[in-house]
């Protein structure tokens, strides 16, 4: 059976595909990981620094943007 996946407006109140949120999950925890080596890496500049993870913090800001036109629901968990 093959799922075709959807992209919208539409797609708000509908479930995501399986492979969406592991994938979009990954690629946040990726961009984190990548952050914090590079936020560690004495050989670069702060200028550098500064500039890698401003973009990106940029990246991982659209990728939870765009979630929700896959049909991801984003929960916050609340202490």
Excluded: C
């Excluded at 799922?3 to 492979?19: C, D, Q, V």
């Excluded at 993870?53 to 991801?72: C, D, E, K, Q, S």
């Amino acid at each position: 059976m093959e799922t075709k996946t959807k992209f919208g407006i539409g797609s708000f109140a509908k479930h995501a595909p399986k492979w969406v949120v592991p994938t979009l999950s990954i690629a946040i925890i990726v961009i984190g990981v990548i952050q914090f080596v590079i936020s560690g890496d004495p050989a670069l500049s702060d200028a550098v620094k500064v500039r890698v993870n401003h973009y990106l913090t940029g990246i991982g800001m659209l990728i939870t943007a765009i979630a929700p036109f896959f049909g991801v629901e984003l929960k916050v968990k609340r202490q």
